[in-house]
Structure formats: C-alpha cells, structure tokens
C-alpha cells in the first residue's frame, strides 16, 4: 500500500489566489481527516469525514475554507481567497473504523505558503 | 469536550537513558484510544504506540511504553535508552468512540532533545 497520498507537497501562492489540496487515503479506511499545523497552533483538526460523509466541521476556520470527499478515495481541502495567515503544513490522515486501535496514518503534508 | 495537554515544550535527556514525557488528557467518554505520535525534522507523523481505555495493562512497543493511569487521566510516554535519533516532537492524541465518532485531537507537543 502506497500509504495516504497529499498533493501537492508544496505550493506558493499569492493572497486571494484560490487553493486547492488534495488527499488519497488508504483503501478501506472507513475515516479521513484534514489537520492543519502551524508553530503558534500546533496540530488543529479542521474537518473529518466518515465513510465520505463529513462528521465534524468545528475546526474549519472560517467560510474561506471548505472540504469534501466525493468518494471513498479522494478528498480536497479548498481555500478561497487564501490569505497569508493560512500558511501552514496541511495534513491529511486516514483510518480504519470499527473495534481496535484504529491508528491514523497520515500523508507527508503539504506546505502552504501565501504570499 | 475532548482535551488533551501536554505541558513540556522542550525536554533535554542524555543519550542512552530513560526520559517520560507527560501527557493528560480530559474526556467524558468512557471508551476512547490515546495515542503517541513522533515528528521528526522532516515532518513527518510516525506512530509510536496505542493505549486503550480499557486495556488493562501499560502499552508497550520496543523502547516505547505508555505509563497508563486512568484515575489520573494521564497517558505519559517513556522511552528507555534514548538515541540521537530520537531528537522529535512528540504528539500525545486522544480518540473519542464510538460515541464521540471517533474524533482525534492532538496536544501541543514536546520536543525532545537527546544530548551525545
């Protein structure tokens, strides 16, 4: 298993400029989540979905951002009008339902920089 | 309402021994997972060990153990024997389920830092 996939590693871009991140979990993991990681925030979970369906949206910050997953093996994390404060690492985790550990396994990131 | 606190920002320990670091964590939830978590400099999440709320023994994976008291609601993660490459942050997260849907937050953070 190629493990959960983000792209892109990392993006530059210019305030107002839309942003779209993109996730593939690990296949047959029932739980996918959206975290956001910065030095004053630490590691914040924005959304999470379960079977494609999204649980908790608490920790989206604000109507700029939104998430979806369409299906059980993509989900995007959108920004727009991204703004400089949104710089950050984004991660995306995924997980197995059901009795047990159910131990997330998270993507290498992406590195948001808003100019 | 879930939290999880972790109150060392940075610990130092010397090489080849032993060094805990603390974390509690606040739940209503009866059933719920606690976990570790390593990040490296290259920025990755590595998965150290699990606890469940009921498991009746401490976790332990390798030089990893998770000194488990319910009572106290603290979950601290001892590593025996430190390494040089054991220089991270470490993340302590809490997973509420089912009921709580089996959302998962994580605390602060501690940086370790193992002197040669």
């Known amino acids: ?115 | 309402a879930q939290k999880i606190t972790q109150t060392q920002p940075g610990m130092f320990v010397q090489e080849k021994e032993a060094v805990t670091l603390d974390c509690t964590y606040d739940t209503s939830d009866p059933s719920y997972g606690l976990f570790w978590y390593k990040q490296p400099s290259s920025g990755e999440m590595i998965f150290l060990i699990y606890q469940g709320s009921y498991d009746q023994q401490n976790a332990t994976e390798g030089r990893y153990s998770l000194n488990f008291q319910k009572a106290r609601k603290s979950a601290n993660l001892v590593i025996s024997a430190s390494q040089l490459g054991d220089s991270a942050m470490y993340f302590c997260a809490m997973r509420e389920a089912p009921g709580g849907g089996f959302k998962t937050i994580f605390g602060a953070g501690t940086r370790l830092f193992v002197k040669a």
């Not at chain 1, 999470?48 to 109507?63: C, K, L, R, T, W």
Request: with cysteine; glycine share 8%; net charge negative.
């Open chain 1, 1 to 115: 298993d190629a493990g959960v996939i983000q792209s892109p590693r990392h993006e530059v871009t210019e305030m107002g400029q839309e942003v779209t991140l993109r996730c593939k979990p690990i296949s047959g993991h029932d739980y996918l989540f959206w975290y956001r990681q910065t030095m004053m925030r630490g590691l914040e979970l924005l959304i999470y979905f379960n079977n494609n369906v999204p649980i908790d949206d608490s920790g989206m910050p604000e109507d700029r951002f939104s998430a979806k997953m369409p299906n059980a093996s993509f989900s995007t994390l959108k920004i727009q009008p991204s703004e400089p404060r949104d710089s950050a690492v984004y991660f995306c985790a995924s997980s197995p339902g059901g009795a047990g550990a159910n131990v997330l396994t998270f993507g290498a990131g992406s590195r948001l920089t808003v100019l």
